[in-house]
Nanobody
Framework: QVQLVESGGGLVRPGGSLRLSCTTS????????VGWFRQTPGKEREFVAA????????YYADSVKGRFAISRDNSEKTVNLLMNSLKPEDTGVYYC???????????????????WGQGTQVTVSS
């Protein structure tokens, strides 16, 4: 069982920045695709960004392209999500997810990921 722990959420004003982190003690973490998803009450979990094991392939939802950046440090077993120019519509609970056997077409699909963190709240409000 892979355990993931998110951190870095909080309250920020529109236009501000936050950095979320996802950490694990999983020994083979470097082999996993890691994604970030977010959810608001009454809505399904929404894809935000993902990164493959070697960091050369990253994926973003259209709504965050140019504002968010995902990165990973396999030696530290950490994936970060840097969020800039935050908007009120970015508000939600952000979840880190990981899977070792995702196919290309499933990277943006929440149901395809086997392991999830507990989530961290991000609130963008003035």
């Amino acid at each position: 069982q892979v355990q993931l722990v998110e951190s870095g959420g909080g309250l920020v004003r529109p236009g501000g920045s936050l950095r979320l982190s996802c950490t694990t003690s999983e020994r083979t973490f470097r082999n996993y695709v890691v994604g970030w998803f977010r959810q608001t009450p009454g809505k399904e979990r929404e894809f935000v960004a993902a990164i493959k094991w070697n960091s050369r392939h990253t994926y973003y939802a259209d709504s965050v392209k140019g504002r968010f950046a995902i990165s990973r440090d396999n030696s530290e077993k950490t994936v970060n999500l840097l969020m800039n120019s935050l908007k009120p519509e970015d508000t939600g609970v952000y979840y880190c997810a990981a899977d070792q056997r995702l196919i290309q077409s499933s990277i943006t699909t929440a149901a395809a990921y086997d392991y999830w963190g507990q989530g961290t709240q991000v609130t963008v409000s003035s």
